[in-house]
């Protein structure tokens, strides 16, 4: 069974810095993209960055140079540092894992998602 367990969600005021993190167990992150999704009330699911299985990065672009994605092999885990903080990035926030299988599927999963407040 496949769980990204999140933590590191809260509430925290403008300016300030919040780490996310998310545990994978049943896959292996080094071999998905992983992601970090957010959506606000009334509005689209949307990306906030991903990292390939090769490590690369892709940004938002309202959170580019404040938030930054990482990887942990060790611990099969991910990371979202989330700095400089602003009301707009009060959302839900989830982690994704997706790849696509050797026999051509899209395997996909999301963690449970947390709140982030930031308050002006």
């Known amino acids: 069974q496949v769980q990204l367990v999140e933590s590191g969600g809260g509430l925290v005021q403008r300016g300030g810095s919040l780490r996310r993190s998310c545990a994978a167990s049943?896959?292996?992150?080094?071999?998905?993209?992983m992601g970090w999704f957010r959506q606000a009330p009334g509005k689209q699911r949307e990306l906030v960055a991903d990292?390939?299985?090769?490590?690369?990065?892709n940004y938002g672009d309202y959170v580019k140079g404040r938030f930054t994605i990482s990887r942990d092999d060790t611990k099969n885990m991910v990371n979202l540092q989330m700095n400089s903080l602003k009301p707009e990035d009060t959302a839900v926030y989830y982690c994704?894992?997706?790849?696509?299988?050797?026999?051509?599927?899209?395997?996909?999963?999301w963690g449970q998602g947390i709140q982030v407040t930031v308050s002006s």
């Open positions: 994704n894992a997706i790849r696509i299988t050797p026999d051509s599927r899209t395997e996909y999963y």
């Open positions: 049943g896959i292996t992150v080094s071999m998905f993209t």
């Open positions: 990292m390939s299985s090769g490590t690369v990065t």
